[in-house]
């Protein structure tokens, strides 16, 4: 931000010939310089340019100033930089380090700033899943989904011998009265109770829902999803599913070792009819 007093600069004493000088005329500063190194990081993958494709824009292209791609990175990095509020976007619309990491230094059109600000943004957060009559951004939610799973997959040169499905459910806190919301006895507060599942560091399901249900609930499906679409990659992968057990949630840590050539035909409800073992795979 630009510092808005600006004091002559103030002169010390010289240490070893050279000068030293206070001078408080910073121009415009950030504390997010952060964000060039996850541009870098971005245009490596092309996560924000993949995740994007996974929108679709029916807006008038002449009318057009904040193309979907800029909005998905927009919120992307706004969201990686902690300012998880679309109201930040008012004051990170001028950000000169957040243009910088998207590409837009000047504005599209006369009046406007170079990023988007809260209202625009607020599009993107409703977008529907497909197409809708009044709302010309939609998602497919498919191909978010597979989305995950193929950067996880592009990630390796080769396929490993065998790969360890970590699956965790765990509380997202809630400090209003938003629509869904449950009070969570064991961890004592209204919240969500959203699905993870992780391969190594790599995530690949993080599913939202309200925390009035069983914390195993939708596990099968989503596993069944990713297996399938691994060995679809990879068809002589090992893969095993580790279900850990968490405490106040009465689920037991087990392991489920997945034939590859059963994968082709698995359903969900063969899935959670496959024997478990208490094998432990780390």
């Given at each position: 931000?630009?510092?808005?007093?600006?004091?002559?600069?103030?002169?010390?004493?010289r240490?070893?010939?050279r000068?030293?000088?206070?001078?408080?005329?910073?121009?415009?500063?950030?504390?997010?310089?952060g964000?060039?190194?996850?541009?870098?990081?971005?245009?490596a993958?092309?996560?924000?340019?993949?995740?994007?494709?996974?929108f679709?824009?029916?807006?008038?292209?002449?009318?057009?100033?904040?193309e979907?791609?800029?909005l998905?990175g927009?919120?992307?990095?706004g969201?990686?930089?902690?300012?998880?509020?679309?109201?930040?976007?008012?004051?990170?619309?001028?950000?000169?380090?957040?243009?910088?990491?998207l590409?837009?230094?000047?504005?599209?059109?006369?009046?406007?700033?170079?990023?988007?600000?809260?209202?625009?943004?607020?599009?993107?957060?409703h977008?529907?899943?497909?197409?809708?009559?009044?709302?010309?951004?939609?998602?497919?939610?498919?191909?978010?989904?597979?989305l995950f799973?193929?950067?996880?997959?592009?990630a390796?040169?080769?396929?490993?011998?065998?790969?360890?499905?970590?699956?965790?459910?765990?509380?997202?806190?809630?400090?209003?009265?938003?629509e869904?919301?449950f009070?969570?006895?064991?961890?004592?507060c209204?919240?969500?109770?959203?699905?993870?599942?992780?391969?190594?560091?790599h995530?690949?399901?993080?599913k939202?829902?309200r925390?009035?249900?069983?914390a195993?609930?939708?596990?099968t499906?989503?596993?069944?999803?990713?297996?399938?679409?691994?060995?679809a990659?990879?068809?002589?992968?090992?893969?095993?599913?580790?279900?850990?057990?968490?405490?106040?949630?009465?689920?037991?840590?087990?392991?489920?070792?997945?034939?590859?050539?059963?994968?082709?035909?698995?359903?969900?409800?063969?899935?959670?009819?496959?024997?478990?073992?208490?094998?432990n795979?780390?």
């Amino acid at each position: 931000m630009p510092a808005e007093c600006r004091p002559p600069a103030m002169q010390f004493a010289r240490l070893d010939g050279r000068s030293v000088v206070a001078d408080f005329g910073g121009g415009v500063m950030t504390s997010d310089a952060g964000a060039l190194l996850l541009g870098a990081t971005d245009r490596a993958i092309g996560l924000v340019d993949r995740f994007a494709a996974c929108f679709s824009g029916g807006r008038a292209a002449g009318r057009v100033v904040h193309e979907v791609a800029t909005l998905v990175g927009q919120r992307v990095f706004g969201i990686a930089l902690g300012y998880e509020d679309l109201i930040d976007h008012d004051a990170l619309r001028h950000d000169p380090v957040l243009g910088v990491v998207l590409g837009r230094l000047e504005a599209g059109r006369a009046g406007c700033a170079p990023l988007a600000g809260k209202s625009t943004l607020n599009r993107l957060e409703h977008a529907p899943a497909g197409a809708h009559r009044y709302r010309r951004i939609g998602h497919e939610l498919d191909a978010i989904e597979t989305l995950f799973v193929d950067l996880f997959l592009d990630a390796h040169g080769q396929a490993p011998e065998r790969l360890i499905l970590d699956l965790d459910a765990t509380d997202d806190p809630l400090h209003g009265r938003q629509e869904g919301r449950f009070f969570h006895g064991y961890y004592d507060c209204y919240c969500y109770l959203p699905l993870y599942i992780f391969c190594g560091d790599h995530l690949l399901v993080a599913k939202l829902r309200r925390a009035d249900i069983d914390a195993s609930a939708g596990a099968t499906d989503e596993v069944a999803r990713i297996v399938a679409r691994i060995c679809a990659r990879w068809p002589a992968v090992d893969p095993l599913c580790a279900q850990g057990g968490e405490e106040g949630h009465g689920a037991p840590v087990a392991v489920t070792r997945i034939s590859p050539q059963a994968l082709a035909s698995f359903t969900s409800n063969q899935l959670e009819s496959h024997s478990l073992t208490n094998e432990n795979p780390y």
